[in-house]
T-cell receptor
Framework: KAGVTQTPRYLIKTRGQQVTLSCSPI?????VSWYQQTPGQGLQFLFE???????NKGNFPGRFSGRQFSNSRSEMNVSTLELGDSALYLC???????????????FGPGTRLTVL | SQQGEEDPQALSIQEGENATMNCSYK?????LQWYRQNSGRGLVHLIL?????REKHSGRLRVTLDTSKKSSSLLITASRAADTASYFC???????????FGRGTSLIVHP
């Protein structure tokens, strides 16, 4: 079974631009979660999508948004980029059937975003 | 602030030795999960332990949970160079469906 894939793997943007990251979950998984990882704040939960609906949301500003398509692929968008948005963005997929707390999450390799 | 805090922040051992890392948390939890992350890559799920469990094993991994002390430990026995990675604990507290990760323990196993 193919694992979780994320594209692109590396991205360089400038302040004020917007960016879209993509995540393809494991076949059959209906839940996709997004995380931001930085040296200063560690790993933080952004949001989770299940069956095209945002099911859980972390404490991030509205500049961070996402969506999920009918094939469970998900995209994350960050508008008006700030220097502090430089991070490794990870997505994880799971079956989603237990509501998220006990599902095993399978992580992708991440997208390294650098904002200049 | 982080719900889970790993201790120590860094650990350096020789191959064959055991590695123990700890995770402390603040509020009551539903379950606690341990993950491994190789440098700059995605996380790999290791073990999930529920709040009503005290110990779980998986291969060379042993996880304990002490809810009275709000702490968990991950023991890796007979460590290998390939175990070199960062290890994170993640908790789901109360009725929350949002995981909170600790800062991680960076483990280096010297061959």
């Amino acid at each position: 079974k193919a694992g979780v894939t994320q594209t692109p793997r590396y991205l360089i943007k400038t302040r004020g631009q917007q960016v879209t990251l993509s995540c393809s979950p494991i076949s059959g998984h209906r839940s996709v979660s997004w995380y931001q990882q930085t040296p200063g704040q560690g790993l933080q939960f952004l949001f989770e999508y299940f069956s095209e609906t945002q099911r859980n949301k972390g404490n991030f500003p509205g500049r961070f948004s996402g969506r999920q398509f009918s094939n469970s692929r998900s995209e994350m968008n960050v508008s008006t980029l700030e220097l502090g948005d430089s991070a490794l963005y990870l997505c994880a997929s799971s079956s989603g059937t237990s509501g998220g707390r006990t599902d095993t999450q399978y992580f992708g390799p991440g997208t390294r975003l650098t904002v200049l | 602030s982080q719900q889970g805090e790993e201790d120590p922040q860094a650990l350096s051992i020789q191959e064959g030795e055991n590695a123990t890392m700890n995770c402390s948390y603040k509020t009551s939890i539903n379950n606690l999960q341990w993950y491994r992350q190789n440098s700059g890559r995605g996380l790999v799920h290791l073990i999930l332990i529920r709040s009503n469990e005290r110990e779980k094993h998986s291969g060379r991994l042993r996880v304990t949970l002490d809810t009275s002390k709000k702490s968990s430990s991950l023991l890796i026995t007979a460590s290998r160079a390939a175990d070199t990675a960062s290890y994170f604990c993640a908790t789901y507290s109360g009725g929350s469906y949002i995981p909170t990760f600790g800062r991680g323990t960076s483990l280096i196993v010297h061959p």
